[in-house]
């Protein structure tokens, strides 16, 4: 048993973080990402779909007046995900959720920046006493030392309630109103520095356990995903958001509109928070791009500055869709022989990368 426990560790360790984004911000000038703000959502998925999140591409979910939102997995190349249309800049994130059952089956809850930094709750099917927690800075995978367990009775019969609560010094992650796992700032540096710019969530289902899966990721996962014991639903309850603004929830400015890079330094008092109105129009001339609109006023932000000062270039694409991570920049390996893909965007494309590039260049803009 304690040998079995020690593989699962260094298999959950050997980890690869998401290495795709649209637009970097500490390589180029990018859109701006729209701010949850002041607003405080509290989304109860039993009631059905909500506009606050935005399907991504091949994803269709039911809905059930008990269970909440279905994320239902059928086959190798299913992976139903959805994602927030606005970002936190540190905050809390409350979800109550029933993880998929299935070997080789994993359901995840996802932080994600632009520039790569991630913050993930992890479920792995055919495992029903621990849930795996684990991070990533700048998509950083040349060190392995951040993945971690924590136990919770039967997470795919019983809902709990998952939390990340993250401030400019410390993130937790919480079960059910316990602090299971405390990671400070001060503590971490370099390639496993504190995750710490403007972050989308992401709640998914994908399938590790796939015949063309590296050989680590499948041993990760349980082994390869037998399908006539599907389907294998996840069931994502109820979700509550609240947004720091940059601050630790009790200090920060009073509402923000936009998050924007200030620098290419990727640290968090380099991000400027935007006040102001957004337009449905992006006046690239004028203002700084954002995802979905552009501040039109007067902005106050961490380093104080008119909205109008912001950087107008911009790149085209704003779309935040992850790529396979196998296929793009993972050559770590473990020892079994494989890698082991587990790390938010690469995890979640992993499964909906056979579907093709023509997918990938259909997907909606977030």
């Known amino acids: 048993m304690h040998i079995k426990t020690l593989t699962a560790l260094a298999l959950a360790s050997l980890v690869s973080a998401q290495t795709y984004t649209d637009c970097d911000p500490t390589k180029k000038t990018c859109p701006n990402d729209k701010a949850l703000g002041k607003e405080i959502i509290n989304i109860d998925f039993t009631k059905g779909e909500n506009s606050f999140f935005k399907n991504m591409v091949g994803t269709t979910l039911q809905y059930d007046n008990k269970l909440g939102a279905i994320y239902t997995i059928k086959k190798e190349t299913d992976a139903p995900t959805v994602a927030s249309s606005r970002y936190i800049f540190f905050g809390q994130v409350d979800v109550t959720v029933r993880a998929?059952?299935?070997?080789?089956?994993?359901?995840?809850?996802?932080?994600?920046?632009?520039d790569l930094d991630e913050i993930d709750w992890e479920w792995i099917g055919s495992d029903s006493a621990q849930v795996q927690t684990n991070y990533f800075s700048k998509g950083c995978t040349e060190v392995y030392n951040r993945g971690g367990f924590s136990a919770v009775a039967n997470p795919q019969n019983e809902f709990h309630t998952y939390t990340i609560k993250w401030t400019p010094t410390q993130l937790d992650w919480i079960i059910d109103g316990t602090v299971v796992r405390t990671l400070k700032a001060s503590e971490v540096s370099g390639c496993s520095g504190f995750p710490q710019t403007p972050m989308q969530i992401k709640l998914g289902t994908w399938v590790a356990g796939r015949k063309d899966a590296a050989q680590g990721t499948i041993e990760w996962a349980g082994g390869l995903t037998d399908f006539s014991q599907g389907p294998f639903n996840g069931y994502y309850q109820s979700i509550k958001i609240q947004d720091y603004m940059g601050g630790?929830?009790?200090?920060?400015?009073?509402?923000?509109?936009?998050?924007?890079?200030?620098?290419?330094?990727?640290?968090?008092?380099?991000?400027?928070?935007?006040?102001?109105?957004?337009?449905?129009?992006?006046?690239?001339?004028?203002?700084?791009?954002?995802?979905?609109?552009?501040?039109?006023?007067?902005?106050?932000?961490?380093?104080?500055?008119?909205?109008?000062?912001?950087?107008?270039?911009?790149?085209?694409?704003?779309?935040?869709?992850?790529?396979?991570?196998?296929?793009?920049?993972?050559?770590?390996?473990?020892?079994?022989?494989?890698?082991?893909?587990?790390?938010?965007?690469?995890?979640?494309?992993?499964?909906?990368?056979s579907l093709g590039a023509a997918l990938f260049a259909g997907a909606m803009l977030l």
């Open 248 to 353: 630790d929830g009790t200090t920060g400015p009073k509402d923000a509109t936009e998050y924007q890079y200030g620098d290419k330094s990727g640290t968090w008092q380099s991000v400027k928070v935007l006040q102001g109105t957004s337009t449905d129009n992006v006046d690239t001339t004028t203002n700084a791009p954002s995802k979905t609109g552009t501040a039109a006023s007067t902005a106050t932000t961490l380093s104080t500055v008119p909205a109008s000062s912001a950087s107008s270039a911009a790149d085209s694409s704003v779309s935040s869709l992850p790529i396979d991570s196998t296929l793009t920049n993972n050559n770590d390996t473990s020892s079994t022989g494989g890698n082991v893909v587990t790390g938010g965007a690469g995890k979640l494309a992993m499964s909906i990368a």
């Open 100 to 114: 998929a059952f299935g070997k080789g089956v994993v359901t995840s809850f996802v932080l994600q920046s632009d």
